[in-house]
């Protein structure tokens, strides 16, 4: 959601007549776009503050000097959110402070900076939705693919995350607007949409018919729009799964067979201490679910461990619905505290624990991994190809099941997608060649 945040800022600042540059030290503004998920947020955004502090050290008035003007320097995000006082207490030569749900107020903002010459701070959630006020986009997130976000915060509170207190609650776009961002998206070549949402699956956007719209219906809307081949959505919460969702994955056949589902724990003590609102058991129905909804559908999750009070039986239930669920892919992580969560405020697990348990986890997930991603060899797959590799002619795409996908093929443009047959599989990707015929 940070990289379509910054590409939101990006254009909200282009009717301004910025541009975005290759490096800091050709800017006149500097954006940190902060992610509060990841652990010791704060202190990396302190010490990047700290790298970027010399640039603030030119004239303001550079063309008389002869030097680069000095750049104004922006925090945005969830840090900035979460950490705004503490931001302007320790790095006051920071200019603006904003929000996630405020920077389509960044106009204002560096005009009264450069007016007034002190900082800005705007951490409000402010009632009128940021949407209505940003501009038309500019550009698809990376060749053929896009990213929309249709929802943001989140009213679940689980008791380790901080979302809730820097997204704010649960907002779904009209499906109206997202509808007419879609088309533009294509219209600059998007051939695939990634719906995002903090809590994607609640979506409850405003249709044009004046009901309101499932996610599922969302995406049966957004499947009738000419262009658009690929559709996902990111992060859903199991118990926001509705039947609706599920047969989506039966009936929609540009729904990529790919779905994320955080998880968390297998252990119903520890989902419980977590508040996820559903057990260990309820979560291995669901999966049964979509798989007979799609039977050839990968699965991704997230997982803690160490969570407070989580014991060694809890974490075997853990293993043990790793093994039942066969990942095709998982983030996991060892518990750390954010501060201000319920969690944080709990008897922590021992360190050395933690990471005893994330081994036997990881070993578990990449055996998992692996075999999904061995069972590829020989089939043919759709790739949506968005990069180059790193060898001359080489095209990095990704398959319907999010693998990455290396082939090699000098003219093929980035953004089409073109049909391979997988014929190696390495630890992190695939590799194929083009077969005649490529599908766009
Ligand atoms: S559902 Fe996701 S975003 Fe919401 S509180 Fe839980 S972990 Fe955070």
Request: aromatic share 6%.
């Amino acid at each position: 959601m940070n990289v379509y945040d910054s590409n939101r800022m990006a254009d909200v600042l282009a009717a301004q007549g910025f541009q975005v540059v290759a490096a800091a030290e050709a800017a006149d503004l500097i954006i940190l776009n902060t992610c509060h998920i990841r652990e010791k947020a704060v202190e990396k955004v302190f010490s990047e503050l700290g790298r970027l502090r010399r640039l603030r050290s030119r004239s303001s008035d550079g063309e008389a000097s002869g030097e680069a003007r000095r750049p104004l320097l922006a925090i945005a995000g969830c840090v900035a959110q979460a950490e705004g006082a503490e931001i302007a207490r320790r790095a006051p030569f920071a200019d603006i402070i904003v929000g996630p749900q405020a920077y389509h107020r960044l106009p204002e903002l560096i005009a009264s900076v450069e007016r007034d010459g002190t900082p800005a701070l705007d951490t409000d959630f402010p009632a009128e939705p940021k949407f209505d006020s940003l501009p038309e986009v500019q550009a698809t997130t990376s060749p053929g693919s896009a990213f929309v976000t249709v929802q943001e915060g989140c009213d679940r509170f689980c008791t380790f995350c901080v979302v809730p207190y820097t997204r704010g609650a649960e907002y779904s776009r009209p499906a109206s607007d997202v509808l007419t961002e879609v088309h533009r998206l294509v219209e600059l070549g998007a051939r695939e949409i990634t719906l995002l949402g903090q809590n994607v699956n609640a979506y409850h956007g405003v249709g044009p018919d004046g009901e309101v719209w499932s996610l599922a219906r969302l995406i049966a809307a957004l499947a009738d729009i000419p262009g658009v081949a690929r559709i996902r959505f990111t992060t859903s919460h199991p118990a926001d799964m509705d039947e609706g969702l599920i047969a989506a994955f039966r009936e929609q056949p540009k729904l990529m067979p790919f779905l994320h589902l955080p998880v968390q724990s297998g252990a119903d003590a520890v989902l419980a201490a977590m508040n996820r609102n559903h057990t260990a058991d309820d979560y291995r129905r669901l999966v049964d679910r979509l798989r007979q909804a799609r039977p050839d559908l990968a699965l991704g999750t997230d997982l803690i461990v160490g969570f407070p009070g989580e014991t060694d039986r809890d974490f075997a239930a853990t293993l043990t619905l790793v093994e039942d669920c066969r990942f095709a892919q998982a983030y996991s992580f060892k518990f750390s505290a954010r501060p201000g969560t319920p969690a944080a405020r709990e008897p922590q697990v021992p360190e050395e624990v933690k990471e005893e348990r994330l081994a036997a986890l990881q070993t578990a997930l990449d055996r998992h991994r692996q075999a999904f991603n061995a069972a590829m060899l020989g089939r043919r797959v759709a790739v949506l190809f968005d990069r180059h590799g790193r060898r001359h002619g080489q095209i990095v795409g990704r398959s319907p099941y999010m693998q990455a996908v290396v082939a090699s093929s000098p003219a093929l443009r980035l953004g089409s997608l073109a049909t391979v047959e997988i014929t190696a599989v390495g630890p992190n990707s695939l590799a194929g060649t083009l077969i005649e015929g490529v599908s766009a």
